[in-house]
């Protein structure tokens, strides 16, 4: 696991890092991203450069998304794993 | 969000946006060069202030947010407009028919053009798909809802503004029937407070609360406040035409949109100055400019009587050069290297997966301060706040009026060319 941080970033430097982030990820490895809104326009984006995303968290200020490689299955066996420290805020 | 029907091939194509943008500057450079050319003109009843206003309001500011809503509603509300290419062509050539239009009826005085006040029914395309869009997003973000708010403003403005055409130019208008309620000057207050708190303060706060903490990392505006400001505005205006309408004043509607101008101008120079990332930012410049004109504007706004003509071409400078045209500047330097950013990006990202490992890596992306230098807004940043300055000591010393308005012509052709620049490297 990765954990990245991307809340105290202006727009377009959260969409940079997340990028370069997921291109050196390596086999078995997700991306934890701490962001302060959903960050819709990225979506499509890593989709359509072989990666998958599910928002773990959500709530005012905060969103919390995984991102791993599409057919990945330890990363996705990982993801399935993967304990928010932050969900239970979202009840 | 539901995010089903986003996609990057749904995303307007870069020109739909940028033709609004590239022209916009270019057009409002006009306004200030036409008052150049009418030093006598005293109050804003007259034709050329008349017309310079509208150069502005439909030239500069409806044209720009019409750009920015093709490419904003789409992320923000998750759904694209319908016939986005064939819209968005249309609606541009709509804005400059309006322009045409407005022009042909104040300073040509002509007055058999009984075309002239169907004029603004062009611009309903648009909102007819801006309307069905909303409609479908099933997004709950609050931009949103200021958007929908605008929408209503945006209809009555322009409804307004066609009927005041009609009075100008239809004979059959007679001053006996109902419609003679709405003739001015009632008629015109009508038509601009729908314009400024029913469409322009609206979609400027959804804006801001989706803009200020995307690139100044503010905190984000209170959501008790996002979620009942565009509600509030809607029904202080309604109740400012009711007003108008029953009693023949607006004491209430003044009152009450003070406070909530001056509510948000505050609030927003608190998350200002609350961001973050305390760096050199112009972007910022123009908008606590913006902010502050907004302010200075509200004495003034109560001073009219005793001002007279003088003191009403002076609030009108104020809201429009100071308030609007700052504000405009604020998002569009922020938004236009954004935009051009994010498409030469999806586009190495394209080239990158086309291309074999071994093949020759892309070029670095510029960066948005390449695309449009913080030294080249600062000389705008510069042009504006002096042209502002000498506007308002202009209200005592004439001549300084002139210099005013061809120092805000430059800083328009300033902007027109940093726009078109930044274009260009796409």
């Known amino acids: ?91 | 969000m539901n995010l089903s029907g986003l996609s990057l091939e749904q995303a307007p194509p870069i020109s739909v946006p940028f033709r609004y943008f590239l022209s916009a500057p270019w057009i409002a450079a006009l306004a200030p060069i036409l008052l150049l050319f009418y030093p006598e003109a005293q109050s804003r009843w007259e034709p050329v202030v008349l017309f310079a206003t509208h150069l502005i309001v439909v030239g500069y500011v409806l044209m720009i947010m019409t750009g920015a809503l093709f490419q904003m509603v789409p992320v923000v509300g998750g759904v694209s407009f319908r016939h986005v290419r064939l819209l968005g062509s249309f609606t541009f050539v709509a804005l400059l028919s309006i322009l045409v239009a407005l022009f042909l009826s104040f300073m040509k005085l002509e007055e058999n053009l009984s075309i002239v006040p169907w004029s603004p029914l062009l611009f309903f395309p648009f909102l007819i798909f801006f309307g069905e869009t909303l409609f479908r997003t099933k997004s709950s973000y609050e931009t949103i809802l200021a958007f929908r708010v605008s929408l209503v403003g945006l209809v009555l403005f322009l409804l307004l503004g066609g009927v005041l055409l009609a009075f100008r130019h239809l004979p059959q208008m007679e001053i006996s029937s109902w419609w003679a309620t709405l003739a001015r000057p009632r008629g015109t207050d009508l038509h601009w407070i729908w314009a400024l708190m029913g469409w322009v303060f609206p979609i400027v706060a959804g804006v801001s609360f989706q803009v200020l903490p995307m690139f100044f990392v503010t905190p984000p505006y209170p959501k008790l406040f996002r979620q009942s400001f565009p509600i509030l505005l809607l029904l202080v205006v309604f109740m400012g035409t009711l007003e108008l309408w029953f009693f023949q004043q607006m004491k209430l509607f003044h009152l009450l949109s003070t406070f909530l101008v001056g509510l948000f101008c505050l609030l927003s120079l608190n998350l200002l100055r609350q961001r973050k990332r305390k760096v050199r930012d112009l972007s910022v410049w123009f908008w606590r400019l913006s902010l502050g004109f907004a302010l200075i504007a509200l004495p003034i706004s109560y001073s009219l009587d005793w001002l007279g003509p003088k003191g009403e071409l002076l609030f009108g400078f104020t809201v429009l050069f100071g308030a609007l045209v700052s504000l405009v500047s604020a998002m569009i330097y922020k938004i236009v290297p954004f935009l051009i950013w994010f498409h030469l990006q999806s586009a190495q990202m394209q080239i990158q997966m086309a291309a074999t490992l071994n093949g020759p890596s892309p070029k670095p992306l510029p960066t948005m301060k390449d695309l449009i230098s913080d030294q080249k807004v600062m000389i705008h940043f510069v042009l504006h706040t002096t042209g502002m300055l000498l506007l308002l000591l202009g209200s005592a010393v004439p001549l300084l009026k002139s210099g005013a308005f061809f120092v805000l012509a430059c800083g328009f052709l300033l902007q027109g060319s940093l726009i078109y620049s930044a274009y260009r490297r796409f």
Request: charged share 25%; aromatic share 8%; net charge negative.
């Open chain 1, 1 to 91: 696991m990765r954990l990245l941080d991307v809340r105290d970033l202006p727009a377009p430097e959260p969409l940079t890092q997340i990028l370069s982030n997921l291109q050196s990820l390596s086999a078995g490895e997700y991306l934890v991203v701490y962001h302060r809104q959903e960050p819709c326009a990225l979506f499509p984006k890593v989709s359509s450069i072989g990666f998958s995303h599910r928002v773990v968290a959500l709530r005012e200020g905060f969103c919390e998304i995984l991102f791993w490689r599409e057919g990945d299955l330890v990363a996705t066996r990982c993801v399935n794993g993967h304990q928010s420290m932050h969900a239970k805020d979202d009840e």
